[in-house]
Protein backbone atom coordinates (compact mmCIF):
# COMPACT_ATOMS: atom_id res chain seq x y z
CA UNK A 1 0.00 0.00 0.00
CA UNK A 2 1.25 3.49 -0.84
CA UNK A 3 0.33 6.76 1.00
CA UNK A 4 0.24 10.11 -0.12
CA UNK A 5 0.55 12.29 3.03
CA UNK A 6 -0.05 16.49 2.24
CA UNK A 7 1.63 18.80 4.37
CA UNK A 8 1.78 23.06 4.76
CA UNK A 9 4.37 25.53 5.65
CA UNK A 10 2.99 27.99 8.47
CA UNK A 11 3.68 30.28 10.63
CA UNK A 12 4.38 28.64 13.84
CA UNK A 13 2.23 28.30 16.06
CA UNK A 14 3.94 29.56 19.02
CA UNK A 15 4.23 33.02 17.26
CA UNK A 16 2.39 36.33 17.98
CA UNK A 17 0.63 37.30 14.28
CA UNK A 18 1.16 40.94 13.21
CA UNK A 19 -1.42 42.34 11.04
CA UNK A 20 0.32 44.71 7.89
CA UNK A 21 -0.55 48.03 8.79
CA UNK A 22 -1.53 48.21 4.88
CA UNK A 23 -4.15 45.92 5.58
CA UNK A 24 -2.62 43.61 2.55
CA UNK A 25 -2.28 40.06 4.86
CA UNK A 26 0.09 39.24 8.07
CA UNK A 27 3.64 40.04 8.43
CA UNK A 28 5.66 37.04 7.27
CA UNK A 29 9.52 38.23 6.85
CA UNK A 30 11.67 36.87 9.25
CA UNK A 31 9.01 34.79 11.32
CA UNK A 32 9.13 30.97 12.10
CA UNK A 33 8.10 28.69 10.02
CA UNK A 34 6.84 25.01 10.80
CA UNK A 35 4.44 22.39 9.83
CA UNK A 36 1.03 22.83 10.25
CA UNK A 37 0.38 20.81 13.77
CA UNK A 38 -2.39 18.52 12.22
CA UNK A 39 0.02 17.66 9.34
CA UNK A 40 2.58 16.10 11.74
CA UNK A 41 -0.41 13.94 13.02
CA UNK A 42 -0.74 12.77 9.26
CA UNK A 43 2.41 12.08 8.66
CA UNK A 44 3.05 10.35 12.31
CA UNK A 45 0.18 8.26 11.00
CA UNK A 46 1.60 7.15 8.06
CA UNK A 47 4.90 6.46 9.13
CA UNK A 48 2.82 3.83 12.06
CA UNK A 49 1.37 2.34 9.05
CA UNK A 50 4.61 1.94 7.35
CA UNK A 51 6.19 0.38 10.78
CA UNK A 52 3.14 -2.24 11.00
CA UNK A 53 3.92 -3.70 7.60
CA UNK A 54 0.69 -2.51 6.31
CA UNK A 55 2.34 0.33 4.08
CA UNK A 56 5.42 0.18 1.55
CA UNK A 57 6.03 3.54 0.67
CA UNK A 58 5.32 7.13 1.77
CA UNK A 59 5.04 10.27 -0.41
CA UNK A 60 4.84 13.46 1.07
CA UNK A 61 3.80 16.25 -1.46
CA UNK A 62 3.18 20.03 -0.39
CA UNK A 63 1.98 22.84 -2.36
CA UNK A 64 3.78 26.26 -2.08
CA UNK A 65 6.80 28.57 -2.56
CA UNK A 66 10.65 27.64 -2.78
CA UNK A 67 10.76 27.08 1.05
CA UNK A 68 8.10 24.96 1.49
CA UNK A 69 10.07 22.01 0.96
CA UNK A 70 11.25 22.36 4.51
CA UNK A 71 8.68 20.96 5.51
CA UNK A 72 8.84 18.10 2.82
CA UNK A 73 12.07 17.63 4.26
CA UNK A 74 10.88 17.39 7.95
CA UNK A 75 8.55 14.83 7.16
CA UNK A 76 11.09 12.36 4.99
CA UNK A 77 13.53 13.01 8.56
CA UNK A 78 10.59 11.10 10.60
CA UNK A 79 9.98 8.29 8.35
CA UNK A 80 8.45 9.81 4.53
CA UNK A 81 10.46 8.04 1.62
CA UNK A 82 10.24 10.22 -0.79
CA UNK A 83 8.83 14.12 -1.31
CA UNK A 84 7.03 16.54 -3.22
CA UNK A 85 7.11 20.05 -3.86
CA UNK A 86 4.80 21.91 -6.15
CA UNK A 87 5.12 24.65 -6.75
CA UNK A 88 3.33 27.74 -6.66
CA UNK A 89 2.28 31.48 -5.34
CA UNK A 90 1.86 31.83 -1.90
CA UNK A 91 -1.93 32.50 -2.24
CA UNK A 92 -3.30 29.41 -2.88
CA UNK A 93 -6.78 28.73 -2.15
CA UNK A 94 -7.98 25.09 -1.17
CA UNK A 95 -9.62 24.29 -4.35
CA UNK A 96 -6.99 24.73 -5.82
CA UNK A 97 -4.60 22.58 -3.73
CA UNK A 98 -7.10 20.22 -4.18
CA UNK A 99 -7.13 20.04 -8.46
CA UNK A 100 -3.01 20.16 -7.57
CA UNK A 101 -3.55 17.04 -5.53
CA UNK A 102 -5.48 15.32 -7.80
CA UNK A 103 -2.98 15.28 -10.29
CA UNK A 104 -0.46 13.86 -8.02
CA UNK A 105 -2.99 11.18 -7.17
CA UNK A 106 -3.79 10.31 -10.72
CA UNK A 107 0.08 10.82 -10.92
CA UNK A 108 1.65 8.52 -8.09
CA UNK A 109 -1.82 5.92 -7.85
CA UNK A 110 -1.35 6.11 -4.12
CA UNK A 111 -4.06 4.13 -1.78
CA UNK A 112 -4.75 6.59 1.10
CA UNK A 113 -4.33 10.59 1.38
CA UNK A 114 -3.60 11.94 4.72
CA UNK A 115 -3.29 15.27 5.97
CA UNK A 116 -4.15 17.23 8.55
CA UNK A 117 -7.90 18.49 9.17
CA UNK A 118 -7.17 22.58 8.92
CA UNK A 119 -4.28 24.68 8.55
CA UNK A 120 -3.79 27.27 11.43
CA UNK A 121 -3.20 30.34 8.90
CA UNK A 122 -5.97 30.28 6.97
CA UNK A 123 -8.19 28.25 8.79
CA UNK A 124 -9.93 26.85 6.23
CA UNK A 125 -10.70 23.07 7.08
CA UNK A 126 -11.59 22.25 3.08
CA UNK A 127 -8.77 20.51 1.19
CA UNK A 128 -9.03 16.93 2.33
CA UNK A 129 -12.87 17.15 1.51
CA UNK A 130 -12.20 18.97 -1.85
CA UNK A 131 -10.10 16.14 -2.74
CA UNK A 132 -12.02 13.24 -1.88
CA UNK A 133 -14.86 15.04 -3.73
CA UNK A 134 -12.97 15.56 -7.15
CA UNK A 135 -11.59 11.83 -6.42
CA UNK A 136 -14.93 10.59 -6.06
CA UNK A 137 -13.48 8.73 -2.79
CA UNK A 138 -14.46 8.60 0.07
CA UNK A 139 -13.50 11.11 3.50
CA UNK A 140 -13.00 10.35 7.07
CA UNK A 141 -12.47 14.01 8.36
CA UNK A 142 -11.18 14.81 12.08
CA UNK A 143 -9.24 11.23 12.66
CA UNK A 144 -9.04 10.40 16.30
CA UNK A 145 -8.76 6.62 15.29
CA UNK A 146 -7.11 4.93 11.96
CA UNK A 147 -7.74 0.86 11.92
CA UNK A 148 -6.54 -0.43 8.94
CA UNK A 149 -8.30 -3.56 7.46
CA UNK A 150 -8.52 -5.64 4.50
CA UNK A 151 -9.52 -2.96 1.61
CA UNK A 152 -11.35 -0.61 4.20
CA UNK A 153 -10.44 1.69 6.78
CA UNK A 154 -12.46 1.86 10.00
CA UNK A 155 -12.04 5.47 11.36
CA UNK A 156 -13.02 6.86 14.50
CA UNK A 157 -14.12 10.56 13.91
CA UNK A 158 -13.98 13.47 16.72
CA UNK A 159 -17.67 15.44 16.15
CA UNK A 160 -19.44 17.99 18.24
CA UNK A 161 -21.36 15.30 20.08
CA UNK A 162 -18.50 12.59 20.99
CA UNK A 163 -16.46 10.24 18.79
CA UNK A 164 -17.99 8.40 15.13
CA UNK A 165 -16.89 5.63 13.96
CA UNK A 166 -17.12 5.30 10.25
CA UNK A 167 -15.87 2.76 7.38
CA UNK A 168 -14.66 3.73 4.33
CA UNK A 169 -13.79 2.08 1.65
CA UNK A 170 -9.55 2.41 0.00
CA UNK A 171 -8.46 4.35 -1.64
CA UNK A 172 -9.65 7.47 0.44
CA UNK A 173 -9.15 10.31 2.33
CA UNK A 174 -8.20 11.08 6.30
CA UNK A 175 -8.14 14.28 7.66
CA UNK A 176 -5.97 14.19 11.03
CA UNK A 177 -6.65 15.53 14.25
CA UNK A 178 -4.60 16.07 16.84
CA UNK A 179 -5.98 13.60 18.69
CA UNK A 180 -4.79 10.95 16.51
CA UNK A 181 -1.42 10.06 17.88
CA UNK A 182 1.76 11.93 19.17
CA UNK A 183 4.07 13.09 16.75
CA UNK A 184 7.57 12.08 17.23
CA UNK A 185 10.52 14.35 16.81
CA UNK A 186 13.40 13.73 14.05
CA UNK A 187 16.35 12.29 15.53
CA UNK A 188 19.78 14.08 14.24
CA UNK A 189 20.89 10.97 12.05
CA UNK A 190 17.10 11.25 10.30
CA UNK A 191 18.02 14.46 9.54
CA UNK A 192 21.11 14.28 7.82
CA UNK A 193 19.25 11.06 6.13
CA UNK A 194 16.72 12.85 4.78
CA UNK A 195 18.73 15.20 2.74
CA UNK A 196 19.57 12.43 0.63
CA UNK A 197 15.90 10.98 0.03
CA UNK A 198 14.57 12.45 -3.99
CA UNK A 199 12.83 15.27 -3.34
CA UNK A 200 11.01 16.14 -7.11
CA UNK A 201 9.85 19.38 -7.83
CA UNK A 202 6.60 20.72 -10.06
CA UNK A 203 5.70 23.47 -11.31
CA UNK A 204 1.96 24.16 -10.18
CA UNK A 205 1.82 26.11 -13.79
CA UNK A 206 3.17 22.63 -15.79
CA UNK A 207 -0.15 20.80 -15.01
CA UNK A 208 -2.83 22.57 -16.51
CA UNK A 209 -5.04 23.59 -13.97
CA UNK A 210 -6.46 27.47 -13.23
CA UNK A 211 -5.61 27.85 -9.90
CA UNK A 212 -6.12 31.68 -9.76
CA UNK A 213 -8.15 32.70 -6.77
CA UNK A 214 -11.38 32.82 -6.59
CA UNK A 215 -11.86 34.81 -3.40
CA UNK A 216 -10.54 38.52 -3.11
CA UNK A 217 -8.72 39.78 0.12
CA UNK A 218 -10.31 43.00 0.62
CA UNK A 219 -8.09 43.52 4.06
CA UNK A 220 -7.00 42.06 6.89
CA UNK A 221 -7.28 43.66 10.19
CA UNK A 222 -6.81 43.31 13.69
CA UNK A 223 -9.26 41.86 15.54
CA UNK A 224 -11.26 44.51 18.15
CA UNK A 225 -9.03 44.74 20.85
CA UNK A 226 -10.59 44.31 24.48
CA UNK A 227 -10.87 47.08 26.84
CA UNK A 228 -8.43 46.64 29.83
CA UNK A 229 -9.54 44.91 32.76
CA UNK A 230 -8.94 45.59 36.46
CA UNK A 231 -6.69 43.41 39.11
CA UNK A 232 -9.10 41.97 41.79
CA UNK A 233 -7.59 42.38 45.75
CA UNK A 234 -9.80 39.03 47.10
CA UNK A 235 -11.52 36.33 45.82
CA UNK A 236 -14.51 37.90 47.84
CA UNK A 237 -14.03 40.93 45.74
CA UNK A 238 -13.83 38.91 42.36
CA UNK A 239 -16.93 37.17 43.25
CA UNK A 240 -19.13 39.80 44.25
CA UNK A 241 -17.78 41.99 40.54
CA UNK A 242 -18.78 38.46 38.74
CA UNK A 243 -22.50 38.36 40.66
CA UNK A 244 -23.04 41.95 40.84
CA UNK A 245 -20.99 43.73 37.90
CA UNK A 246 -20.71 40.81 35.09
CA UNK A 247 -23.91 39.02 36.27
CA UNK A 248 -22.52 36.08 35.13
CA UNK A 249 -22.92 34.10 38.09
CA UNK B 1 -31.83 34.26 -6.53
CA UNK B 2 -32.23 32.33 -2.72
CA UNK B 3 -30.15 30.93 -0.30
CA UNK B 4 -30.34 27.09 0.75
CA UNK B 5 -29.56 26.28 4.25
CA UNK B 6 -28.45 22.66 5.14
CA UNK B 7 -30.49 21.83 8.47
CA UNK B 8 -28.03 19.73 11.20
CA UNK B 9 -30.73 17.64 13.29
CA UNK B 10 -31.39 14.09 14.68
CA UNK B 11 -34.15 13.01 12.38
CA UNK B 12 -36.52 14.56 15.42
CA UNK B 13 -35.09 17.91 16.44
CA UNK B 14 -33.17 21.04 14.60
CA UNK B 15 -30.03 21.41 16.53
CA UNK B 16 -29.43 24.69 17.57
CA UNK B 17 -26.57 25.69 15.27
CA UNK B 18 -28.87 25.67 12.62
CA UNK B 19 -30.97 28.25 14.23
CA UNK B 20 -27.44 30.75 14.33
CA UNK B 21 -26.96 29.89 10.50
CA UNK B 22 -30.46 31.11 9.89
CA UNK B 23 -29.95 34.20 11.26
CA UNK B 24 -27.04 34.70 9.29
CA UNK B 25 -28.29 32.87 5.94
CA UNK B 26 -31.48 35.51 6.25
CA UNK B 27 -28.79 38.58 6.59
CA UNK B 28 -27.54 37.23 2.73
CA UNK B 29 -30.77 36.98 1.20
CA UNK B 30 -34.09 37.14 3.13
CA UNK B 31 -35.26 34.34 0.37
CA UNK B 32 -34.23 31.82 2.75
CA UNK B 33 -35.22 28.39 1.76
CA UNK B 34 -33.90 25.01 4.36
CA UNK B 35 -33.03 21.66 3.03
CA UNK B 36 -33.39 18.54 5.41
CA UNK B 37 -32.23 15.83 4.35
CA UNK B 38 -33.00 12.65 6.80
CA UNK B 39 -34.79 9.41 8.01
CA UNK B 40 -38.90 10.05 9.21
CA UNK B 41 -37.39 13.51 9.93
CA UNK B 42 -41.01 15.48 9.52
CA UNK B 43 -41.05 16.73 12.83
CA UNK B 44 -37.47 18.62 11.79
CA UNK B 45 -39.42 19.69 8.75
CA UNK B 46 -42.01 20.92 10.62
CA UNK B 47 -40.59 23.04 13.37
CA UNK B 48 -38.32 24.52 10.89
CA UNK B 49 -41.42 25.60 8.59
CA UNK B 50 -42.46 27.56 11.79
CA UNK B 51 -39.43 29.51 12.08
CA UNK B 52 -40.22 33.37 10.72
CA UNK B 53 -37.15 33.76 8.69
CA UNK B 54 -37.52 30.09 6.39
CA UNK B 55 -39.26 31.05 3.24
CA UNK B 56 -39.66 27.19 1.98
CA UNK B 57 -38.65 23.35 3.52
CA UNK B 58 -37.55 20.94 1.24
CA UNK B 59 -37.53 18.08 2.65
CA UNK B 60 -35.89 14.51 1.60
CA UNK B 61 -36.50 11.77 3.37
CA UNK B 62 -35.08 7.91 2.98
CA UNK B 63 -33.40 5.72 5.54
CA UNK B 64 -29.93 5.81 4.05
CA UNK B 65 -30.28 9.36 5.79
CA UNK B 66 -30.69 8.32 9.14
CA UNK B 67 -26.93 9.57 9.11
CA UNK B 68 -24.62 12.00 8.57
CA UNK B 69 -22.55 10.87 5.39
CA UNK B 70 -21.11 13.95 3.41
CA UNK B 71 -21.04 11.11 0.52
CA UNK B 72 -24.75 10.36 0.54
CA UNK B 73 -26.50 13.73 1.24
CA UNK B 74 -23.94 15.47 -1.20
CA UNK B 75 -25.74 14.36 -4.35
CA UNK B 76 -29.39 15.46 -2.87
CA UNK B 77 -27.70 19.28 -2.02
CA UNK B 78 -26.11 19.35 -5.87
CA UNK B 79 -29.61 18.34 -7.78
CA UNK B 80 -30.96 21.38 -5.49
CA UNK B 81 -27.95 23.78 -5.69
CA UNK B 82 -28.81 24.81 -9.65
CA UNK B 83 -31.69 26.73 -7.81
CA UNK B 84 -30.06 28.98 -5.48
CA UNK B 85 -27.07 31.82 -5.45
CA UNK B 86 -25.62 30.38 -1.96
CA UNK B 87 -25.67 27.16 -0.28
CA UNK B 88 -24.76 27.50 3.26
CA UNK B 89 -24.44 25.27 6.73
CA UNK B 90 -23.22 25.86 10.13
CA UNK B 91 -19.25 25.61 10.55
CA UNK B 92 -18.98 23.04 13.40
CA UNK B 93 -18.21 19.03 12.93
CA UNK B 94 -21.40 19.06 10.85
CA UNK B 95 -20.87 21.67 7.63
CA UNK B 96 -17.30 21.70 8.27
CA UNK B 97 -17.24 17.77 6.90
CA UNK B 98 -19.67 18.50 4.82
CA UNK B 99 -19.73 21.61 2.52
CA UNK B 100 -16.43 21.79 0.94
CA UNK B 101 -17.55 18.55 -0.74
CA UNK B 102 -20.28 20.16 -2.14
CA UNK B 103 -18.75 23.16 -2.88
CA UNK B 104 -15.72 21.62 -4.86
CA UNK B 105 -17.94 19.83 -6.93
CA UNK B 106 -19.76 23.04 -7.74
CA UNK B 107 -16.36 24.29 -8.72
CA UNK B 108 -16.39 26.66 -5.85
CA UNK B 109 -13.88 28.40 -3.67
CA UNK B 110 -15.56 28.03 -0.22
CA UNK B 111 -15.52 30.70 2.25
CA UNK B 112 -15.14 28.88 5.49
CA UNK B 113 -16.51 30.03 8.84
CA UNK B 114 -17.87 33.52 8.62
CA UNK B 115 -18.67 36.04 11.60
CA UNK B 116 -20.50 38.58 9.71
CA UNK B 117 -22.43 39.32 6.75
CA UNK B 118 -21.29 42.51 5.00
CA UNK B 119 -22.69 42.19 1.33
CA UNK B 120 -24.16 39.19 -0.43
CA UNK B 121 -20.35 38.41 -1.73
CA UNK B 122 -18.27 40.04 1.19
CA UNK B 123 -17.85 38.33 4.66
CA UNK B 124 -16.04 38.57 7.47
CA UNK B 125 -13.89 35.82 8.61
CA UNK B 126 -11.38 34.86 11.72
CA UNK B 127 -8.21 34.13 10.33
CA UNK B 128 -5.04 32.65 12.20
CA UNK B 129 -7.17 31.10 15.49
CA UNK B 130 -8.87 34.74 15.07
CA UNK B 131 -5.58 36.93 15.93
CA UNK B 132 -6.71 38.61 12.38
CA UNK B 133 -10.11 39.48 10.53
CA UNK B 134 -9.80 38.93 6.96
CA UNK B 135 -12.49 40.58 4.88
CA UNK B 136 -13.12 38.47 1.64
CA UNK B 137 -14.91 38.54 -1.75
CA UNK B 138 -16.85 36.11 -3.29
CA UNK B 139 -16.05 36.24 -7.03
CA UNK B 140 -18.06 32.40 -7.96
CA UNK B 141 -21.21 32.51 -9.33
CA UNK B 142 -22.12 30.42 -6.64
CA UNK B 143 -21.43 31.00 -3.09
CA UNK B 144 -20.53 28.00 -0.66
CA UNK B 145 -20.43 29.71 2.77
CA UNK B 146 -20.05 28.27 6.20
CA UNK B 147 -21.44 29.90 9.26
CA UNK B 148 -19.61 30.10 12.69
CA UNK B 149 -22.34 29.94 14.89
CA UNK B 150 -21.83 31.57 18.14
CA UNK B 151 -21.21 34.81 16.38
CA UNK B 152 -24.73 34.96 15.11
CA UNK B 153 -28.04 35.36 17.27
CA UNK B 154 -30.38 32.32 17.01
CA UNK B 155 -33.29 32.75 14.77
CA UNK B 156 -36.56 32.83 16.54
CA UNK B 157 -38.49 29.54 16.43
CA UNK B 158 -42.36 30.43 16.01
CA UNK B 159 -44.84 32.18 14.32
CA UNK B 160 -43.68 31.09 10.65
CA UNK B 161 -45.68 29.04 8.36
CA UNK B 162 -43.48 27.97 5.04
CA UNK B 163 -44.74 25.36 2.27
CA UNK B 164 -42.61 22.19 3.23
CA UNK B 165 -42.01 20.43 -0.12
CA UNK B 166 -40.38 16.73 -1.17
CA UNK B 167 -37.14 16.98 -2.29
CA UNK B 168 -35.78 14.24 -4.80
CA UNK B 169 -34.11 11.08 -3.43
CA UNK B 170 -30.12 9.93 -4.87
CA UNK B 171 -28.08 6.60 -4.75
CA UNK B 172 -26.20 6.12 -0.98
CA UNK B 173 -22.35 5.97 -1.54
CA UNK B 174 -21.33 2.03 -1.49
CA UNK B 175 -17.82 3.37 -0.20
CA UNK B 176 -18.78 5.08 3.31
CA UNK B 177 -20.54 3.03 5.94
CA UNK B 178 -21.58 4.39 9.18
CA UNK B 179 -20.92 2.32 12.24
CA UNK B 180 -21.34 4.06 15.45
CA UNK B 181 -21.97 7.22 17.39
CA UNK B 182 -21.09 7.20 21.17
CA UNK B 183 -22.25 10.58 22.42
CA UNK B 184 -20.50 11.62 25.01
CA UNK B 185 -22.61 10.86 28.40
CA UNK B 186 -21.39 13.94 30.63
CA UNK B 187 -23.77 16.29 33.48
CA UNK B 188 -21.48 18.66 32.06
CA UNK B 189 -22.12 20.67 29.42
CA UNK B 190 -19.72 20.50 26.07
CA UNK B 191 -16.83 22.35 25.72
CA UNK B 192 -17.86 24.15 22.74
CA UNK B 193 -21.11 25.48 23.98
CA UNK B 194 -20.98 26.04 27.73
CA UNK B 195 -21.94 29.72 29.15
CA UNK B 196 -19.04 29.37 31.82
CA UNK B 197 -15.62 27.88 30.99
CA UNK B 198 -13.67 27.19 33.87
CA UNK B 199 -9.89 25.87 32.59
CA UNK B 200 -6.82 24.96 34.26
CA UNK B 201 -2.89 25.54 33.11
CA UNK B 202 0.63 24.25 34.00
CA UNK B 203 0.08 25.67 37.42
CA UNK B 204 -2.29 22.84 38.37
CA UNK B 205 1.04 20.58 38.83
CA UNK B 206 -0.84 17.64 38.59
CA UNK B 207 -4.08 16.09 37.06
CA UNK B 208 -4.86 14.95 41.09
CA UNK B 209 -4.90 19.13 41.76
CA UNK B 210 -7.26 18.97 38.56
CA UNK B 211 -10.22 18.26 41.34
CA UNK B 212 -10.12 21.97 42.60
CA UNK B 213 -11.47 23.19 39.05
CA UNK B 214 -13.98 20.34 39.05
CA UNK B 215 -15.77 21.33 42.12
CA UNK B 216 -16.11 24.86 41.11
CA UNK B 217 -17.30 23.51 37.54
CA UNK B 218 -19.47 21.39 39.08
CA UNK B 219 -20.85 24.44 41.22
CA UNK B 220 -21.45 26.66 38.17
CA UNK B 221 -22.00 24.16 35.83
CA UNK B 222 -19.16 24.53 33.91
CA UNK B 223 -17.61 23.00 31.64
CA UNK B 224 -13.77 22.26 32.29
CA UNK B 225 -10.88 23.16 29.59
CA UNK B 226 -7.13 23.36 30.06
CA UNK B 227 -4.03 24.90 28.22
CA UNK B 228 -2.10 22.81 25.88
CA UNK B 229 0.74 23.20 28.58
CA UNK B 230 -1.34 20.99 31.02
CA UNK B 231 -2.27 18.54 28.30
CA UNK B 232 1.71 18.27 27.06
CA UNK B 233 1.88 17.90 30.81
CA UNK B 234 -0.50 14.67 30.67
CA UNK B 235 -2.68 16.31 33.77
CA UNK B 236 -5.46 16.05 31.72
CA UNK B 237 -6.73 14.58 28.48
CA UNK B 238 -6.29 16.90 25.17
CA UNK B 239 -10.02 16.64 24.31
CA UNK B 240 -10.20 19.45 27.37
CA UNK B 241 -7.51 21.86 25.12
CA UNK B 242 -8.61 25.15 24.62
CA UNK B 243 -6.38 27.18 22.14
CA UNK B 244 -5.36 27.53 18.56
CA UNK B 245 -4.91 23.93 18.24
CA UNK B 246 -7.76 22.87 20.23
CA UNK B 247 -10.82 24.04 20.94
CA UNK B 248 -12.21 27.91 20.18
CA UNK B 249 -14.42 29.02 22.67
CA UNK B 250 -16.63 31.79 23.22
CA UNK B 251 -18.24 31.49 26.76
CA UNK B 252 -20.52 34.08 28.72
CA UNK B 253 -17.84 33.57 31.63
CA UNK B 254 -14.06 32.09 31.15
CA UNK B 255 -12.00 31.57 34.20
CA UNK B 256 -8.18 30.75 33.23
CA UNK B 257 -6.61 29.13 36.36
CA UNK B 258 -2.53 28.40 36.77
CA UNK B 259 -2.72 29.76 32.81
CA UNK B 260 0.36 32.20 31.87
CA UNK B 261 -1.36 32.68 28.74
CA UNK B 262 0.98 31.35 25.88
CA UNK B 263 -0.67 33.21 22.34
CA UNK B 264 -1.62 29.71 21.55
CA UNK B 265 -4.06 29.54 23.91
CA UNK B 266 -5.50 33.50 24.25
CA UNK B 267 -6.34 32.48 20.70
CA UNK B 268 -8.84 29.94 21.77
CA UNK B 269 -10.69 32.25 24.08
CA UNK B 270 -10.19 35.83 24.22
CA UNK B 271 -13.32 36.30 22.39
CA UNK B 272 -14.80 35.21 25.10
CA UNK B 273 -17.48 37.51 27.22
CA UNK B 274 -15.77 38.02 30.86
CA UNK B 275 -12.18 36.47 31.44
CA UNK B 276 -10.75 36.16 34.54
CA UNK B 277 -7.25 35.08 35.46
CA UNK B 278 -6.17 33.51 38.23
CA UNK B 279 -2.43 33.65 38.25
CA UNK B 280 0.41 33.82 40.84
CA UNK B 281 2.61 35.93 38.58
CA UNK B 282 1.33 39.19 38.25
CA UNK B 283 3.16 39.99 35.03
CA UNK B 284 1.85 36.72 32.81
CA UNK B 285 0.16 37.72 29.91
CA UNK B 286 -2.94 36.36 30.34
CA UNK B 287 -3.90 39.66 32.41
CA UNK B 288 -3.82 41.15 29.54
CA UNK B 289 -6.81 39.87 27.93
CA UNK B 290 -8.63 39.39 31.61
CA UNK B 291 -11.35 41.36 32.86
CA UNK B 292 -11.13 40.96 36.39
CA UNK B 293 -7.56 39.33 37.27
CA UNK B 294 -6.24 37.43 40.90
CA UNK B 295 -3.17 37.55 41.64
CA UNK B 296 -3.12 35.19 43.78
CA UNK B 297 -1.43 30.83 44.47
CA UNK B 298 -4.45 29.41 43.09
CA UNK B 299 -4.25 26.52 46.03
CA UNK B 300 -5.42 28.81 48.06
CA UNK B 301 -7.76 30.75 45.81
CA UNK B 302 -9.81 27.89 44.19
CA UNK B 303 -11.05 26.81 47.72
CA UNK B 304 -12.50 30.39 48.75
CA UNK B 305 -13.69 31.07 45.54
CA UNK B 306 -15.77 27.66 46.38
CA UNK B 307 -16.55 28.88 49.85
CA UNK B 308 -17.04 32.02 48.12
CA UNK B 309 -19.62 30.06 45.52
CA UNK B 310 -21.28 28.57 48.45
CA UNK B 311 -22.02 31.38 50.33
CA UNK B 312 -23.91 32.75 47.42
CA UNK B 313 -28.15 32.43 47.42
CA UNK B 314 -28.30 31.71 43.75
CA UNK B 315 -26.33 31.03 40.94
CA UNK B 316 -27.42 31.06 37.18
CA UNK B 317 -27.21 27.60 35.45
Known amino acids: ?249 | MSVLLIAEHNNKEVKPFTLNAITAASQINDDLHVLVIGKNADPVAKSLSEVPNVKKVIHVDNDIYENYIAENYTPVILKQAENYSHIVCSANTFGKNLMPRIAALLDTSQVSDIIKVISEDTFLRPIYAGNAFATVKSTDKKKCVTIRPTSFDPAPTSGGSAEIVKGENTNPSQNTKFIKKEEIKSDRPELGTARIVISGGRGMQSGENFKLITAIADKLNAAIGASRAAVDAGYITNDHQVGQTGKVVVPDLYIAVGISGAIQHLAGMKESKVIVAINKDGEAPIFSVADYGLEADLFDALPKFLEELNKLNTIQK
Request: a neutral charge.
Open chain 1, 1 to 249: MKILVAVKRVIDYNVQIRVKEDGSGVVTDNVKMSTNPPDDNAVEEAVKIKESGKAKEIIAVTVGEEKAQETVRKALAVGADRGILVKAPCTIEPLAVAKILQKIVEKEKPDLVFMGKQAIDDDCNQTGQMLAAILNWPQATFASKIDVKENVLEVTREVDEGLETIEVKIPSIVTCDLRLNEPRYASLPNIMKAKKKPLEQIDASELGIDIKPRIEQIKVEEPPKRKAGIKVSSVEELVQKLKNEAKVI
